[in-house]
């Protein structure tokens, strides 16, 4: 068995994305799996005047697109496979989610958008397999788009291996350069509108006055779009509590790992989730979670997450509940989230992607 991983994400945005994560460490436990009778290819070397070529040379099976976007055509037509000579390969593509589907009002794009969806969903009708994050997407995948359920499956990622929890030297190194506030709660990702961030702005003003809010990621900054305005609207009451870091490099794993660590809890205050990396980094980082009671995030979560409503009202109750555990407790919740993380690991993700390709051929 043959099988060419397409890894241009690894080439764009999506490299500091939950996207650049999966192809990134997929890749490096399919590498693991070569043997004499398995290989895996990576794109990353392949030119597209070259690709053909190398396409023919292999012998190549299958080809696995790690990314879909739903908007754009990222993924081959049958007729454009065939023109280029690639319709002897069997096709595979992992979609993480639908979450723009579900919220259109709030995610609208425009006459071309839907132009690409339209592309996207007839490439679908040709694929022999689709892989996706979690049960939760699963379900939203056989909804929204042309793809019977005996050909999803639904395999599970792990937090990005590199963040662990750090020594008090190193937090302490971190804090400085970061000027992270005494106590804090956490959120690493994006501001979309699934992200609920104004909820969770709005749930500090409910809370110690002793406690802040750190937020990580580029788009923590002023923008023209309605999300940044909405968190905007919310920080008129705490905005002398609240910390925007948007310059952490992504290989950057070491500063990442050590503000994860010095929080008092991580916090995912989504409304909906195709996933949730930041759950199970946080996790390994040995840092109490927070989490909306949102279905994959419920999938994944674990006995020692505190789970909470969508509602800012809810989300402070819950960051309370959790700064005010016994050290005991919290000790209690970590073992809890350990015993979580073994259920998640790139190998077994690998593993369980190898299945699929052999079970398509």
Same mark, same amino acid.
């Given at each position: ?36 009778? *398995?290989?895996?290819?990576? !794109?990353? *070397? ?9 396409? !023919? ?29 690639? &319709?002897?390969?069997? %096709? %595979? ?37 689709? =892989? ?14 042309? /793809? ?9 990622? #792990? ?73 905007? %609207?919310?920080?008129?009451?705490? &905005?002398?509590? %609240?910390?925007? =870091? ?12 050590? =503000?994860?660590?010095? #929080? ?89 992607? /190898? ?7």
């Amino acid at each position: 068995m043959k099988v060419l991983l397409e890894t241009s994400p690894l080439r764009n945005a999506n490299a500091i994305r939950g996207v650049g994560v999966y192809t990134k460490f997929l890749s490096q436990e399919l590498e693991k799996l070569q043997n004499t009778q *398995d290989e895996y290819f990576t !794109s990353e *070397d392949i030119g597209l005047e070259q690709f053909n070529a190398f396409m !023919s040379k292999k012998g190549i099976d299958i080809i696995h697109y790690p990314y879909f976007n739903l908007f754009q055509q990222t993924l081959p037509l049958p007729a454009i496979n065939q023109f280029l000579g690639r &319709s002897s390969q069997k %096709v %595979v593509v992992t979609i993480h989610d639908v979450i723009p589907l579900l919220y259109p009002t709030h995610y609208p794009v425009g006459i071309a958008g839907n132009v690409g969806l339209f592309l996207q969903k007839q490439a679908l009708k040709s694929v022999a397999a689709v =892989i996706t994050d979690s049960q939760t997407s699963k379900q939203d995948i056989t909804r929204y788009l042309p /793809v019977p359920q005996q050909k999803i499956t639904a395999i599970p990622l #792990a937090g990005n291996p590199e963040i662990k929890k750090s020594s008090a030297h190193v937090v302490a190194q971190i804090r400085k350069r970061y000027d992270l506030p005494n106590q804090y709660l956490l959120y690493v990702g994006d501001i979309n509108y699934n992200k609920n961030i104004p909820e969770l702005v709005k749930a500090l003003a409910l809370v110690d006055s002793n406690i802040h809010l750190v937020c990580v990621g580029a788009n923590f900054k002023p923008l023209p779009i309605p999300e940044w305005k909405a968190i905007e %609207v919310q920080l008129s009451s705490v &905005s002398n509590r %609240v910390h925007f =870091i948007t310059n952490v490099p992504k290989e950057d794993t070491e500063s990442l790992s050590a =503000i994860y660590t010095a #929080a008092e809890a991580y916090v995912q205050p989504s409304l909906y989730e195709g996933f949730g990396l930041p759950l199970l980094e946080a996790m390994q980082c040995g840092t109490q979670v927070i989490s909306s009671n949102t279905p994959a995030l419920l999938e994944i979560g674990g006995n020692g997450v505190e789970f909470v409503g969508l509602q800012h009202a809810d989300i402070a109750n819950g960051i309370k509940r959790v700064i005010n555990l016994s050290s005991a407790e919290k000790n209690k919740r970590v073992a809890l989230n350990n015993e979580t993380l073994y259920r998640f690991s790139w190998k077994k993700a690998a593993q369980e992607t /190898v299945q699929v390709y052999r079970n398509i051929l």
